[in-house]
């Protein structure tokens, strides 16, 4: 698709007028920051019509992150469903432009082929946050798909972001779901299947592939404007005298925040599935969930989607994949400062990684952390009897939370004859002198039940049944509670 020479910005929407805020939006702060970018970024684009609207999942808890938790229903379809631009935002969508890897073929004909970044806000922390869509129709880069979303695909991302949330993940939220009436024609789904319009709340749809595609395009001007952008709004503490060491620090925080990421799934025991370049933000925040698992236990070689035949994107390997995606970024970058010091800013990725996962490690667990050799002899503990002993990976977390404290409990429960031998004698002793973080948390109604709240394939398979069978949102609703409970009982 053509580049164009005119830097000229993109309108926003009118102003609500007056100085009070538009009912449902009190705390609203439009921000549409994308715009300073120009063009060569991205398209205009319009939003499908759909045959019907049934709201099917709101999530008023980021609603009111970003003041619009007080929209009625007609509202909350007129603006996430319909696409009615909110008040002094964009004023029509935008299908962003990028490359990527995937699965280490690099591809140039990429771009928010079914979605569009719809507005963008700052939340009550100052954030700059976008609300992007999945299944909105057909954009310039759908190459030759729909640009619509099953049913099934959009439960999922809840179900998803839902159980990343609340494990302490930094991860997008899904904002909003809508069943849209179509039927489609899918080839991994029995089809015809039924059709959804997701809006998901983001710390930035800035990807890995965004800076590809103007390095690929050797476009050293429109990398530089990408870099200021994400500096100056997304990694501000980025910023450095010269551009090539804000290049370098700019990667650097990216390779930082990434391992925090990586080590969050690595923990919970999520398989993200298709790491390609196109599907890391710069945010080091985890989005696009499309064929992701929950370990049953742990398997390093565990892997997510059906396609990835070689296991490029399994469990174990994820570490390796991110950072790889990392260097490319760095790659990018370097047709903008071909001399700076990339490499130094990627040696910050590996002690990021170790220093998160015995971070989340000992959060997971419910013990404060002794140190980093410690830690790391209990990280080590850990893995060898999960990988020697078949106890299920979210049952162990379960039951040792608060580490011996809850001793007792984990002797009482499904999987007890399970903790003995020299496995488990070598990681008791390394918990033993860890002390429970919060004592009181066990005490609540979670540690009292009879097992963990867990997101394995086959519940979330049941999830769908019920929808696909009865129309039945029980299961999901009931599993949606269950899982925001868990996250406040292990904080």
């Given at each position: 698709m053509p580049e164009h020479d005119s830097d000229e910005p993109r309108p926003v929407a009118p102003p609500s007028g007056g100085a009070a805020p538009p009912v449902g939006t009190r705390g609203y702060r439009a921000a549409p920051r994308v715009l300073e970018l120009g063009d060569g970024f991205y398209d205009e684009v319009t939003a499908a019509a759909f045959p019907s609207l049934r709201p099917r999942f709101r999530n008023d808890r980021a609603a009111a992150s970003v003041g619009l938790d007080g929209l009625d229903g007609e509202a909350w379809e007129r603006h996430f469903a319909r696409f009615e631009p909110l008040p002094d935002n964009l004023l029509r969508p935008l299908a962003l432009r990028y490359h990527g890897h995937q699965f280490d073929a690099y591809n140039p004909d990429l771009g928010d082929g079914r979605g569009f970044l719809y507005a963008q806000l700052e939340d009550d922390r100052g954030r700059l946050l976008d609300l992007g869509t999945k299944g909105t129709g057909r954009t310039p880069w759908s190459r030759g798909g729909d640009g619509r979303l099953t049913l099934k695909g959009g439960v999922r991302e809840v179900l998803a972001t839902e159980m990343l949330e609340a494990l302490g993940v930094d991860t997008s939220r899904s904002f909003s779901l809508f069943e849209t009436g179509e039927a489609l024609e899918r080839g991994d789904e029995p089809s015809p299947t039924r059709s959804s319009v997701l809006v998901r709340l983001s710390h930035s749809h800035v990807r890995f592939g965004s800076f590809q595609r103007h390095a690929y395009a050797r476009d050293v001007a429109r990398i530089q404007r990408l870099l200021e952008y994400s500096v100056r709004h997304l990694a501000p503490s980025s910023a450095r005298p010269t551009l090539a060491e804000t290049a370098v620090a700019?990667?650097?925080?990216?390779?930082?925040?990434?391992?925090?990421?990586?080590?969050?799934?690595?923990?919970?025991?999520?398989?993200?599935?298709?790491?390609?370049?196109?599907?890391?933000?710069?945010?080091?925040?985890?989005?696009?969930?499309?064929?992701?698992?929950?370990?049953?236990?742990?398997?390093?070689?565990?892997?997510?989607?059906?396609?990835?035949?070689?296991?490029?994107?399994?469990?174990?390997?994820?570490?390796?994949?991110?950072?790889?995606?990392?260097?490319?970024?760095a790659s990018a970058l370097a047709a903008l400062a071909p001399d700076a010091p990339f490499a130094s800013a990627l040696a910050a990725y590996e002690p990021a990684l170790l220093r998160g996962v015995h971070a989340r490690l000992a959060a997971r667990l419910g013990v404060a952390p002794r140190g980093h050799d410690e830690d790391d002899a209990l990280l080590d503990a850990v893995y060898t009897f999960l990988g020697a002993v078949p106890v299920p990976y979210d049952r162990f977390f379960f039951d040792w939370y608060g580490g011996l404290a809850s001793e007792a409990r984990a002797r009482a429960g499904a999987a007890a004859s399970l903790y003995a031998g020299d496995a488990f004698d070598a990681l008791r002793a390394r918990l033993a002198p860890y002390a429970p973080r919060d004592p009181s948390r066990l005490d609540l109604a979670y540690f009292r039940g009879d097992g963990p709240c867990t997101m394995t394939i086959d519940e979330v398979e049941r999830v769908w049944a019920a929808i696909a069978a009865r129309d039945d949102w029980g299961p999901f609703e009931s599993k949606i509670a269950a899982v925001r409970a868990m996250g406040e009982a292990i904080g």
């Open positions: 700019f990667v650097e925080d990216v390779a930082v925040k990434s391992a925090a990421m990586v080590a969050g799934w690595m923990v919970s025991g999520f398989v993200h599935g298709v790491l390609n370049s196109d599907n890391m933000n710069v945010t080091g925040e985890s989005f696009d969930y499309g064929p992701w698992r929950f370990l049953p236990r742990y398997d390093p070689d565990f892997v997510a989607a059906y396609f990835d035949h070689g296991g490029l994107y399994a469990f174990g390997r994820q570490p390796t994949a991110v950072f790889r995606n990392v260097t490319r970024l």
